[in-house]
């Protein structure tokens, strides 16, 4: 991840980029209620099914097209969103 971030901050220095990462101190997922979203967010997820059906319903739910959410899925229960 961090040579992506780089990779970003080259290739695109205007680019505002706030990430979130898990803590793996603390259980549980992390809350996306807490989560700036700016007017032109587009959010990009990976992680286990579980949190990002959470997240992305949360950012859905606080007003987030779901055309603006972009993820990566992996592990079972690929693809059940419902």
Request: with cysteine; glycine share 10%; aromatic share 8%.
């Given at each position: 991840?961090?040579?992506?971030?780089?990779?970003?901050?080259?290739?695109?220095?205007?680019?505002?980029?706030?990430l979130a990462h898990a803590?793996?101190?603390?259980?549980?997922?992390?809350?996306?209620?807490?989560?700036?979203?700016?007017?032109d967010t587009t959010a990009?997820?990976?992680?286990?099914?579980?949190?990002?059906?959470?997240?992305r319903a949360g950012l859905?739910?606080?007003?987030?097209?779901?055309?603006?959410?972009?993820?990566?899925?992996?592990?079972?229960?690929?693809?059940?969103?419902?």
């Amino acid at each position: 991840m961090a040579a992506m971030l780089d990779q970003l901050a080259r290739t695109q220095p205007t680019r505002r980029i706030n990430l979130a990462h898990a803590d793996r101190s603390q259980p549980g997922f992390m809350n996306g209620d807490a989560l700036r979203l700016p007017p032109d967010t587009t959010a990009y997820l990976c992680g286990p099914f579980p949190f990002m059906h959470g997240i992305r319903a949360g950012l859905i739910r606080r007003g987030l097209g779901a055309e603006h959410i972009h993820y990566e899925v992996f592990g079972p229960g690929m693809l059940d969103w419902d």
